[in-house]
């Protein structure tokens, strides 16, 4: 998209990813899906799957971003060397269960936006790549219907990087150890404007103490890289209704990348 968009033009846009609903069917997928079904009707929260307000919300250390901090840099020489450290990590104990670690993908050359999610559920612990499950099909028709961009031109990550046993929320500490390697992504992907998905996500980026309730829809800074905190697409799986707030907060995204 090249052009500015005009308001009738976003209200097409969005009656256009209204068909997200046929195109993901929410009560038929939640019906063919057990996992997603049985949590449909759970009161139990996971981590893969996280509420509006995230368990992990009181867990959250306070996340300093200092500029004193040195930069990757000095640590990493180039996003594949960071890769591979990230395969091999063992700084936090989520190492111990994990199959694969989920990187990142997608275009990691100045992206328009990079989505930043919480961390690997089991289809992504399998493939060892970010958004393969059903939050990340939600995501790219969200991306593809509504923004009208395509997914290999964008970059997708997470602040946890290895599944947490049974996905349960990631521990603070865990968040800690693991928030060097998004902030060295970050500064080597150097994308144009970030979008955080969850609580934890918006926690370990914009250092938010409030819920995601009360910041989502709010552009936000990281580093000088503007960044807008929505919900989680699992929780839009979970509250199809939901899925009004993270299309306002969409809206919001298209307006600033087409300006
Ligand atoms: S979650 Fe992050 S810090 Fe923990 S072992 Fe995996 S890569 Fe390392």
Redesign the pocket.
């Known amino acids: 998209m090249n052009n500015k968009i005009q308001n009738d033009e976003i209200t097409k846009l969005y009656e256009n990813w209204l068909g997200v609903d046929s195109y993901i069917k929410f009560d038929e997928y939640l019906k063919e899906k057990p996992i997603l079904s049985s949590l449909a009707v759970s009161t139990e929260v996971s981590s893969s799957v996280p509420t509006i307000e995230s368990p992990v919300t009181t867990q959250v250390m306070p996340v300093i971003v200092s500029s004193n901090q040195a930069g990757p840099e000095s640590m990493y020489s180039s996003l594949e060397n960071l890769a591979i450290k990230?395969a091999n990590?063992?700084?936090?104990k989520?190492?111990e269960s994990?199959n694969k670690?989920a990187f990142g993908s997608g275009n990691t050359n100045r992206p328009k936006i990079m989505f930043i999610g919480e961390g690997p559920g089991i289809e992504e612990d399998r493939t060892g790549e970010p958004f393969v499950g059903p939050a990340g099909q939600l995501l790219f028709a969200a991306i593809e219907k509504g923004l009208l961009m395509k997914r290999e031109d964008l970059y997708f990550a997470n602040v946890?990087?290895?599944r947490p046993p049974e996905d349960r929320a990631p521990l603070a500490q865990?968040l800690e150890?693991?928030r060097k390697?998004i902030d060295a992504q970050i500064n080597f992907i150097k994308p144009q404007l970030i979008v955080t998905l969850g609580a934890p996500a918006a926690k370990v980026i914009c250092d938010i103490k409030e819920g995601i309730t009360k910041v989502r829809g709010t552009w936000m800074e990281y580093k000088g890289i503007k960044v807008m905190p929505t919900i989680h697409p699992a929780y839009v799986l979970r509250n199809p209704p939901a899925k009004k707030d993270f299309w306002e907060d969409f809206k919001l995204v298209l307006k600033e990348v087409t300006k």
């Open positions: 990230v990590c063992t700084d936090c989520l190492c994990r670690t946890i990087k290895c865990e150890a693991c390697y």
